[in-house]
């Protein structure tokens, strides 16, 4: 079975497509390379033994995405992983997240439900909860004020398919809201490649680590908390790419109890920013150089998932822990100095 994989060279698509075509789908992926790198295709050939098809261009440019459903009339399904997801570049420039995120979005759904394929998988975000009243943050817990137009591109993304799914019946579709995903391939083939400075916890852990940064500062530590920093849900990103292919599955199999659902993909556990700094100390045996500095803007108190209803549906659940995340992390930063 066929495959689109939109955003597959990037950091949870590639680990996405490695764990399909370990399944034996046929992946077929479009990329612009814009928050990617081509070399990624080779670290998906070495792991699995099979190099998909890839597409490079601009899911913004209609008429290429419309010659591509011309040409492809046997895909299966599509994960759509490809959007610009940088909060504070959101903040600056938010007509391109709108374009980037919204556009693309819309032209893709228009050709799906055009060429009459059914099943379809958006990336979406925990961010989508803001500060939520309980924790664990269930499905059903609000959906608040977005932070940031790039929050803003996420809810307003699931709306648009909860509307598609209600005018065409054979549409299905699944938003998987992810929390914190971290860690790399236990290979090392693939990994997280922040450009620049990264915006994130772990890969800003492992650069410090790794001497490219000089400190790690840690946003706050009076917050309302066990030790005063934030507390997040970090999933390894192999637990989280395997969730992709079990979704996907409950599509194919038409185990779908509506057709549009939505499941948090978590491991269910919250952990500290200091809890972090201190077990990647642990599993690399090394210190990491912090200090501790004002609170980031936009940052909420405290987010874990509740996952029970993606064991009871899905039938899916998290099996690698923060050290195997922290640990894959560091493998793949080491792996990256050898060759960059
Ligand atoms: N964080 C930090 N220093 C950094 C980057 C992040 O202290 O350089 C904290 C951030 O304030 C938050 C947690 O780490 O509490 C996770 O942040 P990240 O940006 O990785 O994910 P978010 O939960 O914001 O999507």
């Not at 009459?116 to 909860?129: E, G, L, P, R, W």
């Not at 059903?140 to 648009?160: C, F, L, M």
């Not at 054979?170 to 809201?177: C, G, T």
Request: one cysteine or more.
């Amino acid at each position: 079975m066929k495959i689109l994989v939109t955003g597959g060279l990037g950091f949870i698509g590639s680990h996405t497509v490695v764990e399909l075509q370990q399944k034996n789908y046929e992946v077929v992926i479009i990329d612009n390379l814009s928050n990617s790198s081509i070399d990624v295709l080779s670290g998906i050939e070495k792991i699995t033994g099979k190099t998909p098809e890839f597409h490079n261009f601009d899911l913004c440019e209609r008429e290429k995405v419309n010659q591509f459903f011309k040409n492809h009339q046997d895909l299966s399904g599509i994960i759509h992983f490809a959007a610009s997801k940088a909060v504070g570049e959101s903040v600056e420039n938010p007509l391109l997240y709108y374009e980037n995120n919204i556009n693309t979005l819309v032209y893709l759904l228009k050709a799906q439900t055009q060429f009459q394929q059914a099943n379809f998988i958006f990336s979406s975000s925990c961010t989508v909860y803001g500060e939520a009243d309980k924790l664990p943050i269930t499905e059903d817990a609000p959906v608040k004020q977005a932070e940031s137009p790039y929050g803003n591109t996420k809810q307003i993304g699931e709306e648009i398919i909860r509307d598609t799914a209600k005018t065409y019946s054979h549409f299905k579709a699944i938003a998987l809201r992810y929390f914190n995903p971290i860690g790399a391939h236990e290979s090392a083939e693939i990994g997280e490649l922040p450009i620049g400075t990264p915006q994130n916890l772990v890969p800003y852990i492992t650069q410090t680590a790794a001497g490219i940064r000089n400190e790690l500062s840690i946003f706050g530590d009076d917050y309302p908390t066990v030790d005063g920093t934030c507390i997040r849900d970090y999933i390894h990103v192999v637990d989280l790419a395997k969730a992709h292919v079990v979704a996907l599955e409950r599509q194919l199999q038409d185990s779908c109890k509506t057709n549009f659902e939505v499941f948090n993909l978590g491991t269910g556990k919250g952990s500290s920013v200091k809890e972090v700094v201190q077990t990647f100390e642990r599993v690399t045996n090394q210190e990491l150089p912090h200090k501790i500095v004002s609170r980031r803007e936009g940052d909420v108190v405290a987010a874990y998932a509740d996952t029970q209803k993606a064991k009871n549906e899905l039938g899916w659940a998290t099996k690698l822990t923060l050290d195997d995340a922290l640990a894959s992390a560091w493998k793949w930063q080491l792996k990256l100095r050898q060759t960059h």
